[in-house]
């Protein structure tokens, strides 16, 4: 059966009637309201229905011409839903249209797939550097990458937008699992989710593991944000990259590769994702230190990274602090004190090791 007779049998069908005039108000019509009628007849480009206690209704003018391929597929006698769009028009009949009451069919049924949780396996057809694009019944959809599966999601290890596309794109014409998570009808979009597919199933996966479990996996995926871990066949955790060490983490790819075996502890487990951490593993050194330091100590540390409220700064192995921009004045000068490597003396000026917190002040120029 070609789509366009597809299109016909979908507006024809009594039972997708019943379903979808439940809530059509009878007997006033009004416009933008479906109603269900009988072709009566074709005159030229003029196809007139019954629509029973509303009168005759017609199918002319440009809403002929963009419903052509199904009208040429109907007969006298043809039950088909149809939308009124002018009480009376020139001619003096009611105007209706085919092609928007297919739409407004179209966009009910995806309402109710949404609620109903359905699960639908379409083809990719497209992609672009925020995700995959979809189409279900004429109607583009789109699937955020934030919306993949594990399996499905690009892992480069640098974000770069160009080299996720071209991962995106080898997609293209794979088939997917997918359910409908936005209906926007005004819009005309569909939001896709790959992730929530599978759920019983995955639960079931997940009932085995508990939070506070320590398990070894084998890394399958270093990205700018972490690392993915498969705990077994068919479940991966994500190990974010502020759970990977105590110390600041630039690049998780610095430390893992993809076939690393790791230990991680699942610190999580929520709708079926399971989040883990490396770093529990380890000793935290802000426990060690907690006797060490105090508020007005003069120490000396090493500058690891700038950022817009200032400089990192490293006083040991895993404790590292913040020296304000507003000590300098401004960034140009901060860059101009102080520089990525170099070992300088700061005063204490807060220091939380509970919270993991210690704030700094810059005292003098690097030491020779």
Do not use: C
């Not at 084998?218 to 110390?247: C, M, N, Q, R, Y």
């Amino acid at each position: 059966m070609s789509e366009t007779e597809q299109l016909a049998v979908n507006l024809i069908n009594p039972t997708r009637m019943d379903l979808l005039f439940k809530s059509v108000p009878l007997p006033i019509p009004k416009e933008n309201d479906l109603v269900e009628g009988t072709v009566m007849e074709q005159k030229g480009s003029m196809m007139f229905v019954d629509i029973g206690a509303f009168g005759t209704g017609v199918i002319y003018g440009r809403e002929f011409n963009n419903a052509r391929d199904i009208i040429k597929v109907l007969k006298t006698g043809d039950k088909i839903v149809v939308k009124i769009t002018e009480l009376e028009n020139e001619i003096g009949y009611v105007s209706l249209s085919l092609k928007e009451a297919k739409q407004e069919i179209v966009w009910r049924e995806a309402e109710e797939i949404q609620n109903s949780k359905t699960t639908l396996t379409l083809t990719i057809t497209d992609a672009n550097k925020g995700g995959l694009i979809l189409e279900w019944k004429g109607v583009q959809g789109f699937l955020p990458t934030s919306q993949l599966k594990a399996n499905h999601y690009p892992r480069i290890d640098d974000g770069d937008k160009d080299k996720i596309m071209e991962e995106l794109k080898k997609l293209v014409g794979q088939e997917i699992a997918v359910n409908i998570i936005s209906v926007i009808p005004k819009e005309e979009k569909l939001i896709f989710s790959e992730k929530s597919t599978g759920s019983e199933e995955m639960k079931e996966i997940v009932s085995k593991y508990n939070v506070g479990d320590i398990i070894e996996g084998t890394v399958t995926g270093v990205v700018e944000f972490g690392i993915f871990i498969k705990l077994e066949e068919g479940l991966e955790g994500l190990a974010h990259i502020s759970e990977l060490d105590w110390s600041l983490v630039e690049s998780p790819a610095d430390l893992f590769k993809v076939g690393q075996k790791v230990k991680a502890q699942i610190i999580s487990i929520k709708d079926g994702k399971v989040s883990l951490s490396i770093k529990v593993l380890k000793q935290n050194p802000w426990q060690e230190v907690e006797k060490k330091y105090n508020k007005g100590d003069i120490v000396s540390g090493v500058i690891i990274k700038f950022n817009r409220h200032g400089a990192l700064v490293s006083i040991e192995e895993g404790i590292s602090g913040l020296v304000h921009v507003s000590e300098f004045g401004s960034e140009a000068e901060m860059k101009k004190k102080i520089e990525l490597g170099k070992s300088y003396p700061f005063q204490i000026t807060l220091f939380e090791p509970k919270e993991q917190r210690l704030i700094l002040s810059f005292l003098e120029k690097p030491k020779d």
